[in-house]
């Protein structure tokens, strides 16, 4: 439980910080906006390119990762099933529930989860790889398809979706990354320097960026997502995705020991703040992505614990 505490210590601190900051006003009341922008831009690309370029692409061959992956798109239908179904504009929402219900934080969570519970922060490589290269593309299409100007005539939008990588700077980045894995290639030394230093500013500036939302300002109306919309997807998240995991590695693919407690533990992270730095920069559902975010991570401490002791993790 321990381990737990000190891997969720850093999102409680960074975020109260930037609630902290809104209710102050020391940022300006365009803050939100422009540390998102940053995030989504700048720093997040910088922070996939450097982690996948580093990553040896073989690691999805582990059978662990099927088990994983099984649980996520299980928790992704149910998060669709959960979204709102009725009027053209619920494609946004409906595209933020799913990622809300499936796409866990395997980064600033699953690195430390790993080490500390599993005793080899190398599991969590696969986790990232498989969001970043498949979940993460496919997701950012539907929402830009779906959030972006309409535009007449079928060669249109396939002009549209094959220039999405180049318009997308997270897209762009996770592949960049994968081709300097795939090739061996490096960036000279003080490339490499700078790519490390913008990427590290990603997970701290969206939390930050999520503190922010949480904030309030006096006169407005607090905005609220659908209690069963939000109840359902972060039960999904929570407790669904792991479950579907377990059923998968135990039964169909027979995992035992570390790779059933590794499919197990990574399918139970929370939400990642990344959907709400993507609902946010889409205007898409954000409120729904926070609320997701914030009441997977407190309901994550429980779960994982449970999951660590039962599967006889560390």
């Known amino acids: 439980m321990a381990a737990l505490v000190s891997a969720f210590a850093p999102i409680w601190a960074l975020t109260a910080v930037g609630w902290l900051a809104g209710r102050t006003g020391l940022l300006g009341a365009d803050a939100e906006a422009v540390l998102g922008r940053f995030v989504f831009h700048v720093s997040m690309p910088a922070a996939l390119f450097t982690v996948v370029a580093r990553t040896d692409l073989a690691s999805f061959a582990d059978r662990w990762v099927l088990a994983f992956a099984a649980g996520t798109l299980a928790a992704s239908a149910l998060g669709l099933a959960a979204g709102p179904r009725a009027g053209r504009s619920a494609a946004e929402p409906r595209t933020v529930a799913v990622m809300a219900a499936g796409y866990v934080n395997s980064g600033n969570l699953g690195i430390p989860v790993a080490a500390q519970v599993l005793g080899d922060a190398s599991f969590a490589a696969p986790v990232l790889l498989f969001q970043v290269l498949l979940v993460t593309p496919v997701l950012l299409t539907v929402l830009d398809a779906s959030t972006g100007t309409a535009r007449p005539g079928r060669g249109a939008r396939l002009r549209r979706l094959a220039m999405l990588p180049l318009r997308n700077p997270v897209i762009l980045g996770a592949g960049l990354g994968a081709l300097f894995s795939a090739g061996g290639w490096h960036l000279p030394g003080p490339l490499a320097h700078s790519a490390d230093l913008l990427g590290a500013a990603a997970v701290p500036t969206a939390l930050v960026t999520l503190g922010l939302s949480l904030h309030t300002p006096p006169g407005a109306a607090a905005q609220r997502p659908d209690r069963g919309e939000l109840g359902v997807v972060v039960l999904v998240k929570t407790v ?71 599967l006889g993790g560390g």
């Open 240 to 310: 669904g995705q792991p479950l579907a995991a377990l059923a998968v590695g135990a039964l169909l693919l027979h995992l035992r020991g570390p790779q059933l407690r590794a499919a197990v533990l990574m399918s139970a992270l929370p939400t990642a703040q990344n959907v709400y730095v993507y609902a946010r920069l889409y205007g898409a559902a954000p409120v729904l992505a926070r609320s997701a975010v914030l009441a997977s991570t407190v309901l994550s401490m429980l779960t994982l614990s449970v999951i660590a002791w039962s």
